[in-house]
């Protein structure tokens, strides 16, 4: 297809801004020797709190605070040697130092994109990529239990096997894809989210699911047994403070969403903890391998609602309540 000029799309006014404007802009230009490709966006899916990103954490070069990092659409243009022609149906968490993908055409590079899975609707797709791959990231890389760098499936099956794993918000989108993942790897998981999700949790793969409006963390892990090797948190402040108090001695105590020592518990006493706060990079190559687990239904992402674009503020709204049960997702083929 031949794209326009312009096209429609958010767009965040300013990194002090907490509100979006749908607005016209002026289309993409990509470069091919960088890798880029011009995607004709189907679906897109917002990252909690991302409005906050750009005051806190700026892009290194300035550009349009553009939202929503996931991605799922065609392939218009891009490198001659691509593995992503023209018509080939992607998917992607694409890099913050571009524009997110909260528009009509957008850009992804070749080591971002992954084909997607043809069994799987737009706005499946949309709600998989930068959960899943961050849940990867975590348990094949940076949480240590499978050595130092990226282990593969296999290393990670051995290294993980047996090993007590306690999520945080396990129905949200990130925690979700942890349970998974950790139960395929052979860990046995311990899953906390809130009452209307304990069913949810239990089915992709938790062995025990603890209701955190009813369990009081300190005390449960006090009986005997209950300690983790490592604690998985999706969603910081209070919960990751609670969730210090379940890890052994030696454990590791990993969080997506803030330095875990900064709310470490006064009185704790655990000795030779592993504290571990990463963030996420966009690896083409694991959502390759996160496709052939899908496509073999070993697993499988989460929509919690689709919104057209024009409803930009009501879905931001479910996003912040902080109650999306998976991925809240725009559906750019729906009109208000």
Same mark, same amino acid.
């Given at each position: 297809m031949s794209a326009p000029t312009r096209m429609q799309g958010l767009i965040q006014p300013n990194a002090d801004s907490k509100g979006l404007i749908l607005d016209t802009l002026p289309l993409p230009i990509i470069n091919p020797s960088l890798g880029e490709h011009l995607i004709h966006v189907k679906t897109c899916a917002p990252c909690a709190g991302e409005l906050l990103w750009p005051k806190y954490f700026p892009p290194p070069t300035p550009r349009?605070?553009?939202?929503?990092?996931? *991605?799922?659409?065609? *392939?218009?243009?891009? /490198?001659?040697?691509?593995?992503?022609? /023209?018509?080939?149906?992607?998917?992607?968490? %694409? +890099?913050?130092? !571009?524009?997110? +993908?909260? !528009?009509?055409?957008?850009?992804?590079?070749?080591?971002?994109?992954?084909?997607?899975?043809?069994?799987?609707?737009?706005?499946?797709?949309?709600?998989?990529?930068v959960s899943a791959e961050t849940a990867w990231q975590i348990l094949f890389t940076h949480a240590g239990i499978a050595g130092k760098g990226e282990a593969d499936f296999a290393t990670a099956q051995k290294a993980w096997k047996g090993k007590r794993v306690l999520i945080t918000a396990s129905s949200g989108g990130v925690g979700m894809w942890v349970t998974q993942l950790a139960t395929l790897l052979g860990a046995e998981v311990i899953g906390t989210c809130g009452t209307a999700n304990v069913t949810?949790?239990?089915?992709?793969?938790?062995?025990? *699911?603890?209701?955190?409006?009813?369990? +009081?963390?300190?005390?449960?892990?006090?009986?005997?047994?209950n300690k983790v090797d490592v604690v998985v948190d999706c969603i910081g402040r209070q919960s990751l403070e609670d969730a210090w108090w379940t890890v052994r001695d030696g454990g590791v105590v990993l969080s997506i969403f803030q330095p875990p020592k900064q709310v470490c518990p006064e009185g704790y006493s655990g000795t030779e903890v592993t504290?571990?706060?990463?963030?996420?990079?966009?690896?083409?190559?694991?959502?390759?391998?996160? %496709? +052939?687990?899908?496509?073999?239904?070993?697993?499988r992402g989460m929509v919690d609602s689709v919104w057209p674009i024009e409803q930009y503020r009501e879905a931001f709204k479910r996003l912040d309540e902080g109650h999306a049960r998976g991925k809240i997702v725009f559906d750019l083929s729906l009109n208000h």
């Open positions: 349009d605070l553009i939202p929503c990092p996931d *991605v799922a659409g065609t *392939v218009i243009s891009g /490198p001659k040697d691509s593995p992503f022609q /023209p018509g080939d149906e992607v998917y992607a968490r %694409t +890099n913050y130092t !571009r524009p997110g +993908n909260a !528009r009509q055409f957008s850009v992804a590079t070749t080591d971002e994109l992954a084909h997607k899975p043809p069994g799987l609707s737009w706005v499946s797709a949309a709600a998989i990529p949810l949790v239990k089915s992709l793969g938790a062995k025990e *699911v603890l209701d955190y409006r009813h369990t +009081n963390l300190r005390e449960w892990a006090e009986k005997p047994g504290d571990v706060f990463f963030v996420m990079e966009p690896v083409g190559r694991q959502l390759k391998e996160i %496709t +052939n687990l899908i496509e073999l239904g070993m697993c």
